[in-house]
Nanobody, 122 residues
Framework: QVQLVESGGGSVQAGGSLKLSCVASGYFPTTCGMGWYRQAPGKERELVSRISANGTTSYAEFVEGRFTISRDRASNTLYLQLTSLKTDDTAVYYC????????????????WGRGTQVTVSS
C-alpha cells in the first residue's frame, strides 16, 4: 500500500522560505514520477513541480525559479524547497506520485498525500 506523508508547511512572511518533505512508503519510482501540487482556497488543484524517475525536473510557470524539487532515493523522500515566497503561494501543498498504467498515457497521478498548509503573509 502506497502512503505519502508530507511535512514542513507553516506560516512565513513574504520573501521567506520553507522546505516541504514527503516520505513515501510502498512506492519505488522506477518508471514514473513524483511531484507537488497545490490548492489555494476557491481554486483548483494545480501542478507545481514534477521529478521523473530519471531525475528530470519541471516546474509550473508561476514558480519563476523560486522553488526546487529534489529526491533522496535512500530515504525515499521527496522535497520541495520554497524560497522568495509570495502571498499568492498560500495553499495546501500535496505530494503526489504517478502509477505506471501500461497504456497511454504511460503514467497517471494516482497517489496523494493529505497535504501540508503553507501560509504566506505580507
Amino acid at each position: 500500500q502506497v502512503q505519502l506523508v508530507e511535512s514542513g508547511g507553516g506560516s512565513v512572511q513574504a520573501g521567506g522560505s520553507l522546505k516541504l518533505s514527503c516520505v513515501a512508503s510502498g512506492y519505488f519510482p522506477t518508471t514514473c514520477g513524483m511531484g507537488w501540487y497545490r490548492q489555494a482556497p476557491g481554486k483548483e488543484r494545480e501542478l507545481v513541480s514534477r521529478i521523473s524517475a530519471n531525475g528530470t525536473t519541471s516546474y509550473a510557470e508561476f514558480v519563476e525559479g523560486r522553488f526546487t524539487i529534489s529526491r533522496d532515493r535512500a530515504s525515499n523522500t521527496l522535497y520541495l524547497q520554497l524560497t522568495s515566497l509570495k502571498t499568492d503561494d498560500t495553499a495546501v501543498y500535496y505530494c503526489a506520485a504517478e502509477r505506471f498504467t501500461g497504456s497511454e498515457p504511460r503514467c497517471a497521478w494516482t497517489y496523494w498525500g493529505r497535504g501540508t498548509q503553507v501560509t504566506v503573509s505580507s
